[in-house]
T-cell receptor, first 118, second 111 residues
């Protein structure tokens, strides 16, 4: 079946511009995560959505970052007034995330969006 | 805050060799631990997930172990193949929503 998809695959923008990154999770997956992977660094958690619950935004690095998940499916990550340090690969993952069935906690990742801020 | 460390950062082995990748974490209060592989320019592929109540999981040539009390996990790869060349990441999930990732071990299997 279809996996997690992300668009665009690459994005080059100028410092100060806003960007929107899109994630289409696997159909039926209730949980959705956004991560950032900077060069030579581990994945950094950004935000978590689970069903209709309020998102866990504790990983967002500044108020320039925001994310939405419409209808419990597609998510967009928006970065306003981009800075050069925002350059990274932004990864999205989804999972069934049912705690009473832990085997379905497995996260499935998209290919990522490579963002370059000039 | 949970800290996840992976050693070594890079490893090069001849084809056919068995190898062990290490992951350590600072807070033993975890819900589960997951091993992933990441190929260059690609997203992550889940390999094995171990619940906190489990000690190991196996899939084909891969075996992952978990010693929660000592804050360690190992990923054992038997009879390595060139196609195993990738970066291997471990991630731990404490009781909250966040997963904490290590920086990975870059594996090269030489034909």
């Amino acid at each position: 079946g279809a996996g997690v998809s992300q668009s665009p695959s690459n994005k080059v923008t100028e410092k100060g511009k806003d960007v929107e990154l899109r994630c289409d999770p696997i159909s039926g997956h209730t949980a959705l995560y956004w991560y950032r992977q900077s060069l030579g660094q581990g994945l950094e958690f950004l935000i978590y959505f689970q069903g209709n619950s309020a998102p866990d935004k504790s990983g967002l690095p500044s108020d320039r970052f925001s994310a939405e998940r419409t209808g419990g499916s597609v998510s967009t990550l928006t970065i306003q007034r981009t800075q050069q340090e925002d350059s990274a690969v932004y990864l999205c993952a989804s999972s069934l995330a049912l705690r009473d069935r832990p085997s379905q906690e497995t996260q499935y990742f998209g290919p990522g969006t490579r963002l370059l801020v000039l | 805050k949970q800290e996840v460390t992976q050693i070594p950062a890079a490893l090069s082995v001849p084809e056919g060799e068995n190898l062990v990748l290490n992951c350590s974490f600072t807070d033993s209060a975890i819900y589960n631990l997951q091993w992933f592989r990441q190929d260059p320019g690609k997203g992550l592929t889940s390999l094995l997930l171990i619940q906190s109540s489990q000690r190991e999981q196996t899939s084909g040539r891969l075996n992952a172990s978990l010693d929660k009390s000592s804050g360690r996990s190992t990923l054992y790869i038997a009879a390595s193949q060139p196609g195993d060349s990738a970066t291997y990441l471990c991630a731990v999930r404490p009781q909250g929503n966040q997963f904490y990732f290590g920086t990975g071990t870059s594996l090269t299997v030489i034909p």
